[in-house]
C-alpha cells in the first residue's frame, strides 16, 4: 500500500504548506503595519504643514465654530511659518473630536496631540498645546516636528499622531 518513504513525502509536503502558510501571514502583517506607519506619517506631516504654513480657510476660521459647516482647513499662520497665538489658543479650545476632523486625523482609532515649544536661549519649554496626550494603550506613534516663528523667536512645532487601542486584541 504506502511505503514509508510515501509518509516521508507526505509529512514534508504538508510541513512546506504550513510553514508557507505561517510566512504568508506573517509577511502579510509586516506589511500591513508598515503601511499603517506610513499612512499615519503622511497624515501628520501634512496636518503640520498646513497648521503651520497656512492661514486656514477662511483665514479668520477663529470667528466660527469649528463643526466644519464653515471652515474648510485650520492653519495657525498669520504668514509662512509665523503661528498666531490667538489661533492656538482657539485650536487649544476647540472641541478635540472637531478638531481631529478638521485636521484630517481621521483613521481609525487614530488620535493626536499638538505641541508648541518655545526657545528661551538655552532649551524648548512647553508653550502651547491641543489634543490628547497618548497613554499606554497608545501604539504606533508618529512623531513630527517643524521649526516656527512664535511671538518674534524661534520655537518647535510637534505633531503626535497615534493609535488608540481600546480593548485588548491590540
Known amino acids: ?21 505561517i510566512l504568508w501571514d506573517y509577511g502579510r502583517e509586516k506589511i500591513s503595519v508598515e503601511e499603517t506607519r506610513n499612512d499615519m506619517g503622511r497624515i501628520a506631516r501634512n496636518a503640520l504643514s498646513a497648521l503651520a504654513e497656512t492661514k486656514g480657510n477662511p483665514a479668520n476660521w477663529t470667528e466660527y465654530d469649528l463643526d466644519g459647516s464653515t471652515i474648510t482647513s485650520l492653519g495657525l499662520a498669520s504668514e509662512f511659518l509665523v503661528i498666531d497665538t490667538q489661533k492656538i489658543n482657539s485650536l487649544s479650545l476647540a472641541d478635540y473630536a472637531d478638531a481631529k476632523k478638521m485636521l484630517g486625523v481621521l483613521g481609525p482609532g487614530y488620535e493626536f ?58
Open 1 to 21: 500500500m504506502f511505503s514509508l518513504d510515501s509518509f516521508i513525502a507526505i509529512g514534508i509536503f504538508i510541513f512546506i504548506i504550513l510553514l508557507s502558510a
Open 113 to 170: 496631540t499638538l505641541k508648541l515649544y518655545s526657545w528661551n536661549g538655552s532649551e524648548y519649554l512647553s508653550e502651547y498645546s491641543a489634543g490628547i496626550e497618548p497613554d499606554a494603550a497608545s501604539y504606533e506613534v508618529v512623531k513630527t516636528e517643524r521649526a516656527v516663528l512664535l511671538n518674534d523667536s524661534w520655537a518647535r512645532a510637534t505633531l503626535k499622531l497615534w493609535k488608540s487601542c481600546e480593548d485588548i486584541t491590540c
